[in-house]
């Protein structure tokens, strides 16, 4: 996509990264790299991830542990790279269900609209009505601690706002004039909706799920630090940061780097978000 | 209907049609007030011929043609298309609706799926209503293309790289691929280029001349309506005020409402300089239509009399009509 | 005023910046505005008709667009050379501008009065009473009915052609010499357009108004115009008196628009067209631009910019092998 869009002139390319459209440059390479690392993390790791090692424990940053070691003797670095993983498929999977599930809701409400919209939109009136977080928790309690409750209250919480964006979106494009013709084709009603009126109407949605990416990485790491979602001795950033955050005064390197990791991921998700949204010309 | 057409049943029969809409109050929000888009229409359309419809903003000629097609809400009367009740139509009404009539619109761009590329936009036609098997909608979609004068290969193309004038003939082989009986164009060339405008309209009529596809032409443009169109219907706020064969109401109009129109067609002629004779004010909201015949505040020959309900009446004099009272046909 | 034109332009080039570099849209257009005149500007999409007005008053939509070549001269004063101040007394000042679609260029939170008082206060300084006082008088002149009680209206209360009156107001507030009028009638329906025309004549006989009317309808312009300049593909086609050029085309583009008209002719019968359809920016043909859909095109057209040369009395086309009279037995 990068290379494609912009490689006829002899200089072309590195301007257009550059001048053309960085954002969606700098996030996608972010994110990209991050998911190399995730793929490769069994090779490139100098450690074992759970290996606890009583003899380097809370060593500082240096040749041996280029991230230094936590309290039990394991490898920062690699816990790190390992985390990449869990990470990426918490922002993924955090995202995608409560994506479909909301665009289809939004597409049927904003399609036939009347007493179908009324119902699916006081529906959410009633998710609004309490607070993410509490909400999130209190689902994720009655279904008992682990990631999979996780995705499970994510996707419960969290398709409303992508339900309200295409909903919004089918209700101006239904009488949009080429909306109008495949009614007066004779297509049905899934065809219009499915074929026509939906891939028009999720642009925005793509471009919010980057953002919303960043949020569930976030939440999950949350979830994670409070013990509710990814268990130890499992690494992944949020527990990590939980688990370093005794040490913060003796040994910072424990919650410095998958803090950093975090936020670099966070950030190339919503660079990714933004240059989305100018490339496909939407919006938000 | 049609006197001179008697014998034949007509493809297709309005009668005293009306839309109205609900329309939320100016200053009590609860108090809904009724717009009437379309107010008793009654028209027919034989098959292969080409009616104009005629009017100004506000004047209900687009929101009739979608209500014809069933595109949009009517209120009451009857849409008879081949001696079926399409405003009482059941699913299978609808169906054969669909397949044996399609819609041309007024703007290229926006009647395309910008996603589609063009052969799939045609292809999906032709495959929803099995018009071709299969292994042959490829072959059908070129022929179609070729038919509306454009290269095949732009089957390839998305409508966001092709120009106005090549849009609309797209939208044109789309309706064509449904094989209709009846097409509404709706103002199909208000939006583009003079020197295109001619091409599509050229288009219409051989399409007409080759397949004797009957036509519903909705325009504000007067003089391409004399050029296209056998009759020609003129409406105003909802209501038809005259209506009759397009070169009988262009040379002697009845109505007028038709007189004043036509004297306001900018003509290319520089020694005609602008009628003196302007038509006063613009159209009135149809939230709030006049008494009587509603064209009389605007109306140089008005009498006491126009401004008394109810509304004068469509009367007939040979195959021309027309709803005025101080027009006396005898 | 002098006996001059009003408004001269010479060689104006407008271009997009492209990566490749600057591309004209509007491609060494020169003509002069005489007072009192009504110059008709006429074109397709693209033929840069929209942008040369938008040039006039430096408002070029968009950071890619610049006037790279040429001069306006307003009276004595130089256009292009005025800093972004002097342009804001310039227009709205000595040159108004309407545009067809009113609702958008007009205020909608602001009452009609209001922004016409707005505009005198800006330009004259003048007090809030006595801008008031001037804006009923400017409605008044544009033939809106009770110009006191419509002063205090919002522009959604009025109709679609009291609201092109009352942009007509906004426009000629500060009394400019010339008015540029973009498709100002297109949006409106026939009846309610001739109106406006007619407003427009009255105006132009009562304050001896200059105007630019951009338009795609050469039906309108054979009503109102004195002059008319064609245009196509970024550059003038031709240039003359209105009786001239729609009496007499020489360029063949001008003589297929005037054959395109739907006319008089019977029911059902083909009408003229011109083949294909007008070039875009990064698509110009070469030589003359019109050559690809020119019946009369030779190698010449194909290779060499045609010059604007004078074929009769303040007549002027753009066209190797122009039409005319003695050509027409010749074809």
């Known amino acids: 996509m990068l290379l494609v869009r912009s490689s006829h002139a002899r200089f072309g390319w590195r301007l257009r990264l550059l001048g053309g459209n960085a954002a969606l440059t700098i996030g996608a390479l972010i994110v990209l790299g991050w998911l190399v690392v995730a793929l490769t993390a069994p090779l490139i790791a100098p450690y074992d991830p759970i290996f606890q090692d009583a003899t380097a424990r809370l060593q500082s940053p240096g040749w041996l542990h280029p991230f230094g070691t936590d309290n039990f003797g394991r490898d920062v670095f690699a816990r790190v790279l390992w985390g990449a993983r869990i990470d990426l498929q918490i922002s993924f999977l955090g995202v995608i269900f409560p994506f479909m599930i909301g665009a289809s809701v939004g597409a049927i409400a904003g ?28 689902i994720i309690a009655i279904l008992g601690p682990g990631l999979s409750s996780f995705y499970i209250a994510m996707a419960l919480v969290g398709w409303i706002s992508y339900a309200r964006l295409v909903r919004s979106q089918v209700l101006v494009l239904k009488h949009a004039d080429f909306a109008v013709a495949a009614r007066s084709l004779g297509f049905g009603h899934m065809r219009i909706m499915g074929r026509h009126l939906l891939p028009n109407a999720i642009l925005g949605s793509v471009v919010f799920s980057m953002s919303d990416a960043v949020l569930v990485l976030l939440n999950g790491a949350a979830i994670s630090y409070l013990g509710l979602g990814v268990q130890p001795p499992v690494a992944e950033w949020g527990i990590m940061v939980a688990e370093g955050q005794g040490f913060i005064t003796t040994a910072w390197w424990i919650t410095a780097f998958p803090g950093i990791a975090i936020v670099s991921l966070a950030m190339g998700f919503s660079f990714l978000a933004d240059g989305l949204g100018e490339w496909l010309g939407v919006r938000e | 209907m049609n006197a001179t057409k008697t014998n034949r049943k007509p493809l297709l029969d309005i009668e005293d049609l009306s839309v109205e809409f609900k329309v939320a109050g100016g200053l009590v929000p609860w108090k809904r007030r009724v717009l009437r888009a379309v107010n008793g229409v009654t028209l027919s359309v034989h098959a292969g011929e080409t009616l104009g419809i ?11 043609g979608r209500a014809v097609l069933r595109l949009g809400e009517l209120t009451a009367g009857k849409v008879l298309f081949e001696g079926t009740d399409m405003a009482k139509a059941t699913p299978s009404d609808l169906a054969r609706l669909r397949r044996a009539t399609a819609m041309i619109f007024q703007d290229p761009y926006n009647a395309l799926n910008p996603r589609l590329t063009v052969g799939e936009a045609i292809g999906e036609v032709l495959r929803v209503h099995r018009k071709v098997p299969a292994g042959d909608v490829k072959a059908r979609v070129s022929e179609l293309l070729q038919m509306v004068g454009l290269a095949p290969e732009l089957a390839a193309r998305k409508p966001s790289g092709l120009s106005g004038g090549q849009c609309q003939r797209i939208g044109i082989a789309r309706a064509l691929a449904v094989e209709p009986r009846l097409i509404i164009a709706d103002e199909c060339v208000a939006a583009l280029d003079v020197s295109v405008q001619g091409q599509i309209i050229n288009l219409l009529i051989e399409l007409r001349e080759r397949m004797g596809v009957a036509l519903i032409f909705i325009a504000h443009d007067l003089a391409l309506v004399r050029r296209l169109c056998d009759r020609v219907a003129v409406m105003y706020l909802g209501r038809v005020v005259e209506e009759g ?11 007028p409402y038709t007189a004043s129109l036509l004297r306001a067609i900018p003509e290319i002629d520089p020694d005609r300089p602008l009628s003196s004779e302007l038509l006063p004010g613009d159209p009135p909201s149809p ?28 009367r007939r004099r040979g195959d021309h009509l027309s709803a005025c009272l101080l027009d006396n046909p005898t | 005023m002098s006996a001059g034109p009003v408004l001269s332009v010479r060689d104006l080039t407008v271009s997009v910046a492209r990566d490749e570099g600057w591309r004209p849209i509007v491609d060494g257009v020169s003509f002069d505005l005489q007072a009192g005149q009504i110059l008709g500007l006429v074109g397709e999409s693209g033929s840069g008709k929209s942008m040369t007005c938008r040039a006039l008053m430096r408002l070029l939509p968009g950071a890619r667009l610049a006037i790279t070549g040429g001069s306006i001269r307003l009276g004595e004063e130089e256009l292009t050379a005025l800093d972004e101040a002097a342009m804001r007394k310039v227009r709205g000042g000595q040159i108004g501008m309407i545009f067809q679609n009113p609702s958008s260029h007009l205020d909608p939170v602001m009452t009609i009065g209001a922004q016409i008082a707005e505009t005198i206060r800006f330009h004259q300084g003048a007090s809030r009473r006595e801008a008031m006082r001037q804006a009923i008088e400017v409605l008044r002149q544009v033939g809106i009915p009770d110009p006191t009680a419509r002063a205090g209206s919002y ?21 400019p010499k010339v008015l540029i009028a973009d498709e100002p009638t297109t949006a409106l329906d026939v009846t309610v357009q001739a109106q406006i025309l007619r407003l427009l004549l009255d105006l132009r006989d009562s304050k001896g ?27 003038l086609a031709e240039l003359g008196p209105k009786r001239d050029i729609i009496r007499a085309a020489r360029h063949p583009y001008t003589a297929g628009l005037i054959r395109c008209q739907p006319g008089a002719a019977a029911t059902g019968t083909y009408l003229e067209t011109i083949p294909g359809q007008p070039p875009t920016v990064d698509a110009m043909p070469s030589g003359c631009r019109f050559h690809p859909r020119c019946p009369r095109a030779g190698e010449t057209c194909r290779e060499h910019q045609p010059a604007f040369i004078s074929v009769d009395l303040g007549h002027r086309a753009a066209c190797h092998f122009p039409e005319g009279p003695g050509q027409e037995a010749a074809r």
């Open chain 1, 111 to 138: 399609y036939f609209g009347g007493v179908v919209d009324m119902l699916l939109m006081r529906i959410i009136d009633i998710v609004l009505a309490f607070p993410f977080l509490v909400l999130m928790l209190a």
């Open chain 2, 54 to 64: 005629v009017g100004e903003s506000g004047s209900g000629k687009s929101t009739l």
């Open chain 2, 245 to 255: 064969p397009t070169a009988e109401v262009f040379a002697a109009p009845r109505h």
């Open chain 2, 287 to 314: 939230l709030n239509l006049p008494r009587g015949c509603a064209f009389h505040p605007r109306c140089a020959l008005a009498e006491a009399r126009c401004a008394e309900d109810p509304p004068p009446p469509l």
């Open chain 3, 155 to 175: 522009p959604h209360e009025f109709s679609g052609g009291m609201r092109q009156r009352a942009m007509i107001a906004v426009a000629l507030a500060c009394q």
């Open chain 3, 209 to 235: 108004l200059s105007i630019i009317f951009i338009t795609h309808d050469l039906g309108v312009v054979s009503q109102t115009c004195d002059s008319i300049a064609v245009m196509y593909g970024g550059r």
